[in-house]
């Protein structure tokens, strides 16, 4: 029964929930219609563009050059064709305004299913709060997730909560959501997980029946069979897909063969003792609103186990309903799907509902209060540490620039990528994971890349030469990751971190600083190009020794029209640019505009403490070493040193720390820099020798 609020304490509470819940909407809202962001985003739309042209059975790989034999899956085709063409009509403006419809389509499903359960008006409204707050990390992102939340909730509601009343139009409306949910993402299963539970929840029902329970099944047999034709009736009609049943074990199979479990960003497990145990990225509200709903799911039951035990010779068909063992039954299996995977902590919202149900049936005094405290709770601590201040961090503040800009390029280090267009470079990069989309959104097919999200699209041994060389290190074997670069024939290479880049990454910009056989093209403050030398050594391909060669003039080329200078023999010298063209040095943000003016002034800045850091960051390390020089700070002077370092001027680095200790530089932070001066003088020397004789290519 939906009870209206009439005591005060019940109207206030009414009051603060639809305060929380509009305001914690509006918030999301926002973050979700922000300037596009999300890295995924990239490959939906080439891939979407692929298969608007070639249709979802293409075997054409668009973007990546390590792929082997590994031909495209198309298990989200549908998605990246929906995204493709919103893109391709309406531009980016308008793909941001689907991603927040789609948001919207599924926080009114959240609510509309609470009431459909008979939940009140303050409670369906909490539920929704405890929706955005569980699903804010999906809900944030441009992908097919945003067509499975909706779909799970609409099967869910139309099918799985009342399967005894289900009618046809009800089952042709719900083979619709299940076609269009397998085509459009292989999460689809989901419909089937949750179909399984609920029939658990009724057979457990229909042997208490049997066993001679006073509770009665009521209308449990017949749910079952209602449930049996329709997983039957849903499983042929979700074969109808380019890959038919194959569809249906997608996860296992790319799991299985691929790298999906080596990606550890939302994969991790949800551990509910300590926030430390968890993945980085699940947030302080993430990990409390999963600890609140498993208590939820709990209370919930304890108290349904209670009152229908009390309820059970005079009412056994009430005590039955309030149990509600299929309700119950869907919030464990949504419960433990979280407990797996955090990324699945979305589906909580199916316990939430469970509870909201129970706490409706029986009408205890003070659940709207309570449920008001929660949604205040949800609403103050978003704007805490978590996914939403980190991702707010990059939405411009004004509400202009806000609404005029479509994407995030400097989310995606936009600069390079646009000098890497315009010069019209050609062959193989490797690239950030991260940056993997965006880069091959933008550079292939002239330009391929190395790696990005479809961990399904490439071999697993390639992530994990992924892995050796983003951290600069050695393979099993000892192969060091210069001579991966090798063996893959890598032509560009696309390094970020370091102060200057702002995102969460292994810092690869420094990689291949001073190595043999590899020149610095470009710089930024937070990423770095490097290009393969065109030097035929040992084995190397001629072709690629020609392409090299085409780039390197491609490039020079490219820098001559922007008035930059550039030298081919010795790469991309950072203070001559800056001295040379500084506007142009700001607007790749290379240096901040007050360092330009000051370093490009008449006669340049010889010494000046201020510059050192912003000149060391962009990689001028001869200005930061020169800046340095006759400074009496020792913070400055380990600056200067580590400039010298990088510069491979190892004496002089040895000198200026000398003179660093005696201006008061802590043993600690000396003996650091001199590790620093023998780790990097060898790894320069291990990774320059690999060029020598590349090894044979990697099997992929």
Known sequence: MTHSPSRASDRAALAVIIVAFGALLAMVL????????????????????????????????????????????????????????????????????????????????????????GVSWPLSLAVGVFFLVLSQQRLYQTRADLFSIPCALAILTLVLDRPWAIRRPTIAISLVILVFWANAHSLFLIAFA???????????????????SSVTPTTSTRSLRALGLFVLAGLVATAVNPRGFAQHVTFFTSSGKHAIWDVTDDWFPFSPLSLADNSPMLSPLAFLAGNITLLLLVVAAVLAARQAEARRDHDPAGATALLDLPGLMVGIASCAAFMISFRFLWMGIFAVLYAARVFSRL?????????????????????????????????????????????????????????????????????????????????????RTF??????????????????????????????????????????????????YGYVAVPTLRHLESITGWLLVYRSAGFAIYARRPEPRGNADPEAVARRQTNLDQIQRHYRGLGVPFDPAVGFDVGAVI?????????????????????????????????????????????????ALGTSDPNVAAVGVEAFIALGRYEEASEFLQISRALGMDDAKVSELMGLLEATRGYRATQSSVLLGAPDPPRT
Request: proline share 7%.
């Open 363 to 447: 009408d205890l005094r003070g659940t709207a209060p309570v449920a008001a405290a929660l949604a205040t709770l949800g609403l103050v601590l978003t704007p805490g540490p978590g996914q939403w201040t980190l991702l707010m961090g990059d939405v411009p503040k004004d509400p202009a620039t806000y609404l005029a800009t479509p994407v995030n390029h400097a989310a995606f280090a936009g600069e390079g990528a646009r000098f890497l267009s315009e010069a019209g470079v050609r062959g193989r990069l490797f690239n950030n994971y991260t940056l993997g989309a965006y880069l091959g959104y933008h550079l292939a097919p002239g330009l």
């Open 451 to 500: 790696i990005d999200g479809r961990t399904e699209h490439y071999p697993a041994l390639v992530a994990q030469h992924y892995d050796v060389i983003e951290r600069g290190g050695y393979t099993d074997d000892g192969v060091p990751f210069t001579g991966l670069l090798e063996a893959y024939g890598v032509d560009l290479f696309f390094g970020v971190g370091g102060p200057g």
């Open 194 to 212: 949750l179909a399984g539970a609920t029939g658990l929840g009724l057979a457990f029902e229909a042997f208490l029946a049997r066993s001679g």
């Open 579 to 627: 001295r040379a063209a500084p506007q142009w040095a700001v607007s790749q943000r290379l240096v901040p505009p007050g360092v330009a003016e000051r370093v490009a002034s008449p006669g340049g800045v010889l010494r000046d403490d201020g510059l050192v850091t912003p000149l060391f960051v962009a990689g001028d390390y001869a200005g930061a070493a020169r800046s």
């Open 30 to 117: 926002v973050l979700s219609g922000r300037p596009l962001a999300t890295a995924d985003t990239w490959y939906y739309l080439k891939m979407g563009e692929l298969y608007s042209a070639e249709g979802p059975g293409s075997h054409h790989e668009p973007m990546l050059f390590t792929h082997g034999d590994v031909e495209p899956t198309p298990h989200e085709w549908l998605s990246e064709v929906l995204f493709y063409q919103v893109q391709h009509h309406t531009g980016f403006q308008g793909l941001r305004a689907f991603h927040v419809l789609l948001v919207v389509l599924s926080v009114g499903l959240a609510v509309w299913a609470a009431r459909r359960r």
